[in-house]
């Protein structure tokens, strides 16, 4: 069901909204950019339309809503425990397909990824509904089209915003706020074609020689292991744990889980001075490995969707869609070398 809403109307439906809902969005975070006297544009809670940046992309995904950086598990003392609680009010985050499409992939990391849900990511993802900015253009540095992540139909309500502002309820638990608004019919568009394109190399064609390539070499000069790329990913999903002492007295402690990537040194430490990936390369060579080819193995869809902040935010401008397309000309010339 579509209805048209002028800015003012907009206003009113956040504030009726707000009454059961916090709501997210894209929005300046002022001071905060890498440089002195820049701003960045991250995800924050939406008080009114003028809140909302629309012509630039966050630098951070909205996972954090859902997955926080550092979160307790749990506290324990004297041989007694307890799961600390949380906000239960619901959530609705301003987002665009691509972002939809990778919660979705946290969905079967989290709660699809054995016999086990995760309790933790469950309880938050319960409360949390999907307002979609529709995203006929894109950015620059995307290439959510080449994933596939450029479309869903996962939003309980799709804006478009314009000269006039239209929306698209999916979910009847919303059509209550919009009741006297005009209605109208609203066909939501979505980006067709990036500029930039990827190629994935075809899902079986990665050998075992791949894993010896030179141009891992390549990263190993020139990624420093900082991690950016996985904390802006809408997708990556690792966490390290950690006990942690806490109270006045030094009697209790909390366990919680931490945000950790595959690219950070240490990542993948073990008792005895061992490493599995020590190099940069290495690390490199995993993390795509993962985005464009196991995960899909075992789950039918790419990990990456193609949104590009890992790009964005590479202090080294390493570029990980260069990387998959030169991954997949090299799988391609192997293959017809073979024939």
């Known amino acids: 069901m579509g209805y048209s809403l002028s800015k003012d109307q907009f206003n009113s439906l956040l504030d009726a909204l707000k009454k059961s809902y916090t709501v997210y969005g894209p929005a300046v975070d002022p001071d905060k950019g890498n440089y002195s006297d820049t701003d960045r544009i991250t995800y924050k809670k939406?008080?009114?339309?003028?809140?909302?940046?629309?012509?630039?992309?966050?630098?951070?995904?909205?996972?954090?809503i859902v997955y926080p950086v550092r979160?307790?598990?749990?506290?324990?003392?004297?041989?007694?425990?307890?799961?600390?609680?949380?906000?239960?009010?619901?959530?609705?985050?301003?987002?665009?397909?691509?972002?939809?499409?990778?919660?979705?992939?946290?969905?079967?990391?989290?709660?699809?990824?054995?016999p086990e849900e995760d309790f933790y990511y469950k309880r938050r993802r319960k409360n949390i509904r999907?307002?979609?900015?529709?995203?006929?253009?894109?950015?620059?540095?995307?290439?959510?089209?080449?994933?596939?992540?450029?479309?869903?139909?996962?939003?309980?309500?799709?804006?478009r915003f314009g000269k006039e502002i239209l929306a698209d309820v999916k979910n009847e638990e919303f059509i209550p706020y919009l009741v006297g608004f005009p209605q109208t019919e609203v066909d939501i568009q979505f980006i067709e074609k990036n500029s930039i394109e990827v190629k994935v190399p075809e899902i079986g064609s990665i050998s075992p020689e791949s894993f010896d390539l030179?141009?891992?070499?390549?990263?190993?000069?020139?990624?420093?292991?900082?991690?950016?790329?996985?904390?802006?990913?809408?997708?990556?999903?690792?966490?390290?744990?950690?006990?942690?002492?806490?109270?006045?007295?030094?009697r209790m402690a909390e366990r919680r889980r931490r945000w950790a990537g595959c690219q950070l040194n240490g990542f993948t430490d073990m008792a005895g001075g061992h490493s599995y990936r020590s190099k940069n390369?290495?690390?490199?060579?995993?993390?795509?490995?993962?985005?464009?080819?196991?995960?899909?193995?075992?789950?039918?869809?790419?990990?990456?969707?193609?949104?590009?902040?890992?790009?964005?935010?590479?202090?080294?401008?390493?570029?990980?869609?260069?990387?998959?397309?030169?991954?997949?000309?090299?799988?391609a010339e192997r293959g017809k070398n073979e024939q």
């Open 281 to 331: 390369g290495e690390k490199m060579r995993f993390k795509t490995m993962h985005k464009i080819n196991d995960f899909h193995r075992r789950f039918g869809k790419h990990q990456c969707v193609g949104c590009g902040r890992c790009d964005d935010v590479c202090p080294q401008y390493i570029s990980f869609a260069r990387c998959i397309n030169t991954l997949s000309e090299v799988v």
């Open 46 to 64: 939406i008080n009114s339309f003028d809140d909302l940046v629309l012509d630039m992309k966050t630098y951070f995904s909205p996972k954090e």
């Open 130 to 159: 999907f307002f979609m900015i529709e995203c006929a253009e894109g950015f620059d540095n995307c290439w959510c089209v080449s994933m596939n992540a450029n479309r869903t139909d996962m939003y309980d309500v799709a804006f």
């Open 71 to 114: 979160e307790p598990l749990f506290h324990f003392s004297d041989g007694s425990f307890f799961v600390p609680h949380i906000d239960e009010k619901k959530i609705a985050i301003l987002l665009r397909p691509c972002d939809i499409n990778g919660f979705d992939r946290l969905d079967t990391v989290f709660l699809k990824n054995g």
């Open 214 to 250: 030179e141009m891992w070499n390549e990263y190993t000069s020139r990624c420093i292991a900082c991690g950016r790329c996985n904390t802006s990913c809408i997708t990556c999903s690792c966490f390290t744990v950690q006990d942690v002492a806490c109270g006045t007295e030094g």
